[in-house]
């Protein structure tokens, strides 16, 4: 099996967050950003902000502040600490809502024509064969799994999809149109707590790695077809 790590994000969600106030000077002022990070490509709108650096993107829109690591990189934490941490630290009123981390995951067998059997084998349960006959070639599985992990509630999103246009630059194996298995983990914790909301981002956000850790332990469990 070649399982193939395809990006993560850090996603805060927030009622009316005010976008005037994310300036590059602001951000470099309050050591949020670093200088050489607002060098590249910064966008500024009345409805967004985006920043593009070297290691991650950042984004804020009205009902949330997000940054994505386009690549698999195990030393996020001290950029998500800085970025995200001294956000909140500095913006502690803002209405947060929920904090969300997320890591997605491309697997498929190493040999393609594999796909039919080990994608029933792995999903086609006994609900499902009564609706289809999971022998068929044609049919594809998916599932969902939920429940309680390091202080959040952990959904897995399991389900086959179609290779991309340019999904060789995943894997150059792979090609556009093949049938693969997507999984999303989403470790999310809902903050209906107010006067802890900034407490309890700061404790979810020192969970990343653990997070990661925990998210490749249980991918690494597919068969090793």
């Known amino acids: 099996m070649r399982i193939v790590f395809q990006n993560s994000s850090i996603v805060i969600t927030a009622n009316d967050v005010n976008l005037s106030i994310f300036k590059p000077l602001w951000l ?5 950003f670093r200088e050489e990070e607002l060098q590249g490509q910064v966008v500024i ?18 009902n949330r502040i997000q940054m994505m690591f386009p690549s698999e990189y195990p030393e996020a934490l001290s950029d998500i600490s800085r970025v995200l941490g001294g956000i909140v630290q500095t913006l502690p009123h803002t209405p947060y809502s929920a904090i969300g981390i997320n890591f997605n995951y491309m697997a498929a067998p190493k040999d393609e024509k ?18 289809h006959t999971v ?25 086959p999809v179609k290779g991309s246009s340019n999904i060789n630059s995943l894997c150059s194996s792979w090609h ?10 989403n470790f999310h914790k ?18 990343w790695s653990e997070a990661l850790s925990l998210s490749r332990q249980i991918i690494e469990k597919l068969p090793g077809e």
């Open 28 to 32: 470099q002022k309050n050591q949020i």
């Open 45 to 62: 709108t009345p409805v967004a902000v985006q920043i593009a650096t070297q290691r991650f993107q950042f984004m804020v829109v009205p």
């Open 114 to 131: 594999t796909f039919p059997s080990l994608n029933s084998r792995l999903f086609g349960s006994e609900f499902a064969k009564q609706i």
């Open 135 to 159: 022998e068929d070639n044609d049919a594809r599985f998916g599932s969902y799994f939920t429940f309680d992990l390091i202080g959040t509630r952990l959904k897995i999103d399991m389900k």
């Open 176 to 185: 556009r149109g093949q049938d693969l298995l997507a999984f999303n983990f």
């Open 190 to 207: 809902d903050l209906t707590k107010p006067d802890q909301n900034v407490d309890i981002i700061l404790t979810i956000l020192n969970k």
